[in-house]
């Protein structure tokens, strides 16, 4: 068997697995909230039957001043934007500019993407942010219960729906759900845990650096060996294996690469986000491709790829098969618009490296051509 057997088909991946927190008292403790809060919407239905006509903008308005309170402290701590999503909508910054973009998988979800600007303070000024979005809910929670207790449920039941949905904001960012992203979560770990604490700061710290464009050969040494200590249990793990990857690969030492993309494609993947997955499939594609010289097995990871999701271009991976096949040609075109695409991320530092890669074979192509 091969250093590298899920790479090299020996091995299949491994099924997409959720973190489970198992059935502790938090846990019970939450399925036990959930009831309520799902008794008490079916019995104001029941009573006020319009109230479901405010149950999405009142959901949003929840979300909204949850990620406004994460927002706000982030902005007072120092804390760089990256993105904000309240919802289906969302804004991403690349570089010095703000995109607009279409969230359609987690439609009651909210987020802000925040990074640290490295430095002592940054596990304390972290520790802020992730308080800021819980306390603003547990307000709005404690307002409008007071307010329903005092002027009743409101016309169509608003101030009844306010308080609940609030309520349900507030219960998911203190561990409902997706265990290891809420906002408790983060905190504990930032709280009990200084060792975790500090790898995960510095994988934060080299999103920021790529999002500057800073090549990954150019990253921050110190940095870099800090974020690898990013435990194998750890849902950041198969990301840092990811970003080694690039690391390595750009340093020109390929079998060490491939080990770290080995890592990240034998890891246990989240299946509620299968767009990272999908690159890790994709990035493995283009290695049995260019490297490995094996377009059947580019063809099996495209294709696995493909079951994750739309791809938003394989242009990269056709060239490297192309190229493999000898079809010099069209591997020329092939590689100038999976150049192009990537000039589309030009603020990454990863983008540019590919765009270098890519660049580089279609040299090495149009040279073939002459011969």
């Known amino acids: 068997m091969s250093a590298t057997p899920v790479l090299d088909l020996e091995s299949d991946p491994p099924e997409a697995c959720p973190a489970s927190p198992g059935y502790t008292p938090m846990v019970v403790l939450q399925f036990v909230l959930a009831f309520v809060l799902g008794m008490r919407m079916l019995y104001l239905l029941f009573w006020v039957p319009a109230s479901a006509l405010l149950w999405l903008p009142i959901l949003y308005l929840a979300l909204g001043i949850h990620e406004m309170g994460h927002l706000f402290v982030g902005i007072v701590a120092g804390l760089e934007i990256l993105a904000v999503r309240v919802g289906v909508l969302g804004w991403v910054k690349g570089g010095d500019s703000w995109r607009f973009q279409l969230q359609l998988k987690t439609p009651a979800d909210g987020v802000v993407w925040v990074v640290p600007a490295g430095g ?3 596990r304390r000024r972290l520790l802020w942010f992730y308080s800021g979005g819980p306390l603003v809910s547990v307000a709005l929670a404690g307002l409008s219960g007071a307010a329903c207790w005092r002027y009743g449920s ?3 039941g608003w101030l009844a729906s306010l308080f609940w949905i609030n309520f349900f904001v507030m219960a998911a960012s203190l561990g409902l759900g997706k265990a290891y992203v809420s906002d408790s979560a983060r ?3 930032l709280l ?3 060792a975790r604490s500090r790898a995960w700061i510095a994988l934060c710290l080299l999103q920021r650096a790529d999002r500057h464009g800073v090549s990954p050969r150019d990253w921050d040494s110190r940095v870099f060996e800090q974020a690898l200590g990013i435990e194998p249990s750890s849902p950041s793990y198969p990301y ?9 690969r750009d340093q020109g030492q390929d079998p060490q690469a491939l080990e770290y993309l080995e890592r990240a ?3 246990p ?3 509620q986000n299968t767009g990272v997955t999908q690159a890790y499939y994709l990035q493995a594609a283009f290695i049995q491709a260019v490297l490995r010289r094996k377009p059947g097995y580019a063809r099996v990871w495209l294709k696995r790829a493909a079951t994750l999701g739309k791809i938003r271009s394989a242009d990269a991976i056709e060239a490297g098969i192309a190229m493999c096949e000898g079809r010099n040609r069209e591997a020329v075109d092939l590689f100038v618009a999976a150049r192009t695409f990537s000039e589309q991320y030009a603020y990454s530092g990863i983008a540019r490296q590919a765009g270098e890669m890519f660049a580089q074979y279609e040299r090495e192509c149009r040279a073939a051509l002459t011969e």
Do not use: I, K, N
């Not at 840092?240 to 390595?248: G, N, P």
């Open 154 to 156: 409101g016309t169509w």
């Open 240 to 248: 840092m294996q990811w970003m080694a990857f690039f690391r390595l």
């Open 269 to 271: 993947h989240d299946p």
């Open 265 to 267: 494609l034998a890891s």
């Open 187 to 189: 905190l504990g770990m």
């Open 120 to 122: 002592d303070s940054d």
């Open 192 to 194: 009990r845990d200084a």
